[in-house]
């Protein structure tokens, strides 16, 4: 699990990069526009693309976190044995609901890649993008799979209760 969360940091690293890049292509492009009377062609496409590869690679951080919103208004009377047994359960709907989109986005990027579709202003290949989201998809469904099986906190060892594992 701790292999699994140094992954999801990275992800998120990259991720963070990402938004960087984004960030400084808007502003060039802006003061481009309004100043120099210039402007960066395609800069639409290129932060819709990223920003999704962005959002992928954050989830598996997140979940590694336990970020994911919880609604534990109906289960607040409930035993702590009996949330923790909830909780995971909901780890392992999540792990089960990633895998299906990461075999679902392999699909769909797969289908990019043999229609060469491209996005329209740059002819930027699509499938590269799928390609980018399927690693985040399958490392968050790892995680969700190994706090059912592990414990919630399992592997982060950022937590107070690093490796304790909950019944």
């Given at each position: 699990m701790k292999t699994l969360h140094t992954l999801a940091k990275l992800f998120a690293?990259?991720?963070?990069?990402?938004?960087t890049f984004i960030t400084l292509m808007t502003c060039w492009s802006v003061i481009g526009r309004n100043l120099l009377d210039t402007s960066l062609i395609g800069d639409?496409?290129?932060t819709g693309l990223a920003t999704g590869a962005a959002i992928a690679l954050f989830m598996p951080y997140c979940q590694a976190k336990r970020g994911n919103i919880i609604v534990d208004f109906f289960t607040t009377q409930?035993?702590?044995?009996?949330?923790?047994?909830?909780?995971?359960?909901?780890?392992?709907l999540l792990a089960l609901?990633?895998?299906?989109?990461?075999?679902?986005?392999?699909l769909g990027g797969l289908n990019s890649f043999e229609t060469h579709s491209e996005s329209q202003i740059l002819g930027f290949p699509e499938w590269t993008v799928y390609?980018?989201?399927?690693?985040?998809?399958?490392?968050t469904?790892?995680?969700g799979l190994g706090q059912m099986l592990f414990g919630l906190d399992a592997g982060?060892?950022?937590?107070?209760?690093?490796?304790?594992v909950h019944a």
């Open positions: 690293i990259l991720a963070g990069l990402l938004l639409f496409e290129l409930l035993s702590e044995k009996n949330q923790t047994g909830l909780d995971r359960f909901g780890a392992l609901l990633f895998a299906l989109l990461a075999w679902r986005t392999t390609a980018a989201m399927v690693p985040p998809f399958a490392l469904a790892l995680i982060d060892t950022d937590s107070p209760n690093t490796g304790e």
